[in-house]
């Protein structure tokens, strides 16, 4: 299973910028969906995630303003963010929860970091 990551980039202050995930592979289900992002020198920390019924989480500080919504269909999963601010410059990883047999466990798996950089 491999997740790929896409749509970090450079924005100015105010912009907006959509980020997706999507994952390949042989596998079962995905369940839980999310983004996550690191600042330099800091731990990851949760932005947004889904479920597959669609129950939806947010940061505090992106309420309002992130969007995450997925494609059961396509294992996708897109970030939209919109009002993005300096302090939004982060490197972003999205995570799945997945299940590889219909009597198994779920793993988590990462997607490689995308660099979101907000400019002032």
């Known amino acids: 299973v491999q997740l790929q990551a896409s749509g970090g980039g450079l924005v100015q202050a105010g912009g907006s910028l959509r980020l997706s995930c999507a994952a390949s592979g042989n596998f079962y289900s995905v369940n839980n969906m999310g983004w996550y992002r690191q600042f330099p020198g800091k731990q990851r920390e949760l932005v947004a995630d889904?479920?597959?019924?669609?129950?939806?989480t947010y940061a505090e500080s992106v309420k309002g303003r992130f969007a995450i919504s997925r494609d059961n269909a396509k294992d996708t999963v897109t970030l939209t963010m919109n009002s993005l601010d300096p302090e939004d410059t982060a490197v972003y990883y999205c995570?799945?929860?997945?299940?590889?047999?219909?009597?198994?466990?779920?793993?988590?798996?990462w997607g490689q970091g995308t660099l979101v950089t907000v400019s002032s």
């Open positions: 889904i479920t597959r019924g669609g129950m939806t």
């Open positions: 995570n799945f929860y997945i299940q590889q047999r219909s009597w198994g466990q779920e793993y988590s798996y």
